[in-house]
């Protein structure tokens, strides 16, 4: 599932560097529409009237820029520090929460300046030296989708090879990874694949791969030596989950008992705030996400932004049913946290 933009928007700057021109003269060979912007963070070019429309397009639409803030967001509880390399992604989730995070028009945005980025971390690695510093590459995008145009994925790989003190992480539904798996990683990396049940891919993971081709990549990437983990996110407590989950650690399984012998796994339940609740609903009007404020618990978060989060006898129902599925279906593995 390789993405093919509509248009592709450039910011000036970034054909300063050999990746901006490589793109632009990609995409005019293939003949997409190519414009330009001032600015990666403010593209008015991308049409759609109402916020459905503008999502729509915003999805189908590239912008090529160079990263200028160098110091990054800090990323818990999976990693130090967030990775910047992209943001959005052409999956169309529709619990995604970059829905609320990255205004109407959500369009994919790389960086070309990927040495500067990688010499930023490098500051931050030596900074917190001899504690190794883990990064994540995913935080605000699935990086996989754009690999194919723009190598940026496998430099990085190849530059946490090379840290001693350094670690990378970053996790996809995409499976576009051959270009990865030659990579010299070093161990370094641990390459992660968001599964769930076949129910929720189908109904809310809209324009992302079945979970067998996510299986399939994930077969490959440990075939290559990589770090494997999974997260299961958003956990949704729908009838029948207990059944659907099991199913899915059953299959997972089958594919990789004993075969991954330092898998990892996180677990996330599904929460919503009420722009997303919002936003959800404008862009997808027929949506069957439960998002039923009065079955949850508010819990206040940072910034003031609350949270519908499952209430606590449900959520101790879920943690336990799912720690205990994967020690009896992966025992080796280990559960990094579910929250
Ligand atoms: Fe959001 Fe990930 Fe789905 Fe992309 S694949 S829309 S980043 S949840």
């Known amino acids: 599932m390789v993405f093919e933009p509509k248009r592709v928007i450039f910011e000036q700057d970034a054909l300063k560097y050999p990746l901006g021109e490589k793109l632009l003269r990609y995409f005019k060979d293939k003949g997409v529409d190519t414009g330009f912007t001032a600015s990666h963070n403010r593209v008015v070019s991308i049409p759609g009237k109402s916020r459905a429309e503008g999502f729509f397009e915003g999805k189908r639409t590239l912008v090529v820029g160079v990263r200028r803030t160098m110091s990054f967001e800090t990323c818990k509880p999976s990693?130090?520090?967030?990775?910047?390399?992209?943001?959005?992604?052409?999956?169309?989730?529709?619990?995604?929460?970059?829905?609320?995070?990255?205004?109407?028009?959500?369009?994919?945005?790389?960086?070309?300046?990927?040495?500067?980025?990688?010499?930023?971390?490098?500051?931050?690695?030596?900074?917190?030296?001899?504690?190794?510093?883990?990064?994540?590459?995913?935080?605000?995008?699935?990086?996989?989708?754009?690999?194919?145009?723009t190598g940026v994925l496998g430099k990085v790989?190849?530059?946490?090879?090379?840290?001693?003190?350094?670690?990378f992480r970053f996790?996809?539904?995409?499976?576009?990874?051959?270009?990865?798996?030659?990579?010299?990683?070093?161990?370094?990396?641990?390459?992660?694949?968001?599964?769930?049940?076949?129910?929720?891919?189908?109904?809310?993971?809209?324009?992302t791969p079945p979970l067998m081709e996510r299986l399939a990549a994930a077969k490959k990437v440990a075939g290559a030596g990589y770090q494997l983990g999974f997260l299961v996110a958003p956990i949704i407590a729908s009838e029948g989950w207990r059944k659907n989950y099991r199913d899915l650690f059953e299959t997972a399984a089958l594919e990789f008992k004993g075969k991954a012998?330092?898998?990892?796994?996180?677990?996330?339940?599904?929460?919503?705030?009420?722009?997303?609740?919002?936003?959800?609903?404008?862009?997808?009007?027929?949506?069957?996400l439960d998002l039923e404020e009065e079955a949850r618990t508010f819990k206040f978060g940072q910034f003031g932004y609350g949270k519908y989060v499952y209430p606590k006898e449900l959520f101790a129902v879920l943690k336990s049913y799912f720690e205990t599925r994967a020690g009896e279906f992966f025992p080796e593995a280990k559960v990094e946290y579910f929250v």
């Open 261 to 288: 012998p330092d898998l990892t796994f996180e677990f996330i339940t599904h929460r919503f705030t009420r722009r997303a609740k919002s936003a959800i609903l404008e862009v997808f009007p027929n949506t069957r």
């Open 79 to 149: 990693a130090h520090y967030q990775l910047p390399l992209a943001t959005s992604c052409p999956g169309k989730c529709e619990y995604c929460y970059l829905l609320t995070n990255l205004g109407k028009k959500p369009y994919v945005r790389i960086y070309v300046n990927t040495e500067e980025i990688l010499s930023a971390a490098r500051e931050y690695i030596e900074k917190r030296k001899p504690e190794i510093t883990v990064f994540e590459g995913a935080a605000t995008s699935d990086p996989v989708p754009v690999e194919p145009y």
């Open 157 to 167: 790989i190849e530059f946490f090879g090379k840290q001693e003190y350094g670690r």
């Open 171 to 207: 996790v996809t539904k995409f499976t576009d990874v051959d270009s990865l798996l030659g990579v010299p990683h070093n161990g370094h990396t641990r390459f992660r694949f968001s599964i769930n049940t076949g129910e929720v891919i189908k109904q809310f993971e809209h324009a």
